[in-house]
């Protein structure tokens, strides 16, 4: 790996970090509305990263790469953060179905 490649890496290791702390400090931003937006979540993302590692050989599940992506254990952010979705924003992501 040249030095411009492992640089690459830090910055993009870096650049996940910060939108993973970005995320964080907005938790009022729902997956729902990340989905009708952008059509991607925090969920998507710890799926791409739990793929990502197993492409890399590591054993990190759907479960762990939640834990990293959301600081805590899904369930624990779901019954903290995650408000039922509204009727709005069911809608809206129905029809992009």
């Not at 040249?2 to 970090?17: G, L, P, Y």
């Not at 590591?58 to 903290?80: C, F, H, N, T």
Request: net charge negative; glycine share 4%.
């Amino acid at each position: 790996m040249t030095d411009k490649d492992s640089k690459t890496v830090e910055i993009e290791a870096a650049t996940f970090r910060r939108l993973l702390a970005h995320l964080d400090a907005n938790k009022e931003v729902q997956n729902i509305d990340l989905m009708n937006l952008a059509s991607f979540c925090r969920n998507c993302l710890s799926k791409w990263y739990s793929a990502e590692a197993k492409e890399m050989g590591l054993d990190i599940d759907y479960e762990e790469a939640r834990e990293l992506v959301y600081g805590m254990p899904y369930s624990e952010w779901k019954g903290q953060y995650q408000p039922d979705a509204t009727p709005d924003q069911l809608a809206q992501f129905k029809s992009k179905g």
